[in-house]
């Protein structure tokens, strides 16, 4: 069985078709995606004087026929971010609205993941390839709906979900964060739901643990220090580079012993590391660059792991 992983695609809608190609380039089996699908950022596309007009991170798009419309709306939700068709004077009132511009996030994020479900349904529907699609702690509660209403796409959040004979076990939550996304779990509740769930799985030389976080000073999870004012901190001019994984995490894959981890939540930490028995990898993210990080592993019943290759374009 061929696995092709990847994580952390912030609404990018050009790294998802590439995740759904993927499936034909590298002759998969089964497609995961595991979590972080929600885009950051809402991109108001102005009418005026029978235009439109966005900024898009510092470059001016500009639209004046429906067809230049269009293409201006692919290429803001291709950069990672949700366009919002408005008047100025319609922006000003949601963006002094703090409850209104969460609406619309929602919104615009639902609407994305269900592009998103539809567009797999379409390509993979009968190819025999699996598609399973999480949510991470920075994505609202709101997608899981059509999430779970897809006869095709899976949510394996939570679950522990059968592979030919390889148990997946899926946990999207995180560890608690400086930014309080909405879905964290302090270590101490982490640890209890993970090992309740790791403990239904029979064999645990066939488990595959899904966690959207990386475990704890594994290499897997170095990042950026911060401070309480979400400021990045220095030491001789450079970043100093912290862990910031989850102990819970490391705790179950140490007790547990999986065959094989897959992780993301750090974008810049992509790689491999060693718990045990255990494999973890991380393909890490370059999602606003418009490219696919992933992972290709073959699994065998009788040796496990055959190989992996880290995956970019």
Known sequence: MRIFFVTDLHGSDL????????AKVYEADVLILGGDVCGK???????AEGRHRADLFGEELVASSPQELDE?????????????????????????DDEALDELFVKLSVESVGRWVELAEERLAGSGVRCLIGAGNDDPVAIDAVLN???????????????????LLTVCDANPTPWDSPRE???????????????????????????????YDSTLDTAPEIDAELRVQYAGGEPRMVPVGSTAVREGIERFQPLLGLHGHVHESQGTARLGRSLCINPGSTYEQGRLDGVIVELSRRKGVKGYQFTSG
């Open 149 to 167: 209403g897809s006869d095709f796409v899976e949510n394996p959040d939570w679950r522990v979900v059968d592979l030919d004979g390889f148990s």
């Open 41 to 47: 950022h809402v991109v108001p596309v102005l009418a």
């Open 15 to 22: 790294c998802f078709r590439k995740f759904v190609n993927a």
């Open 72 to 96: 201006l709306l692919r290429r803001v939700r291709d950069a990672a971010a949700y366009p919002y068709p408005c008047t100025a004077e319609e922006w000003e009132a949601i963006v002094a």
């Open 185 to 215: 779990l302090s270590e101490e509740e982490y640890g209890r739901r993970l090992g309740e769930l790791a403990a239904s799985v029979a064999d645990h030389s066939r488990s595959i643990f899904n966690l959207h976080v990386p475990p």
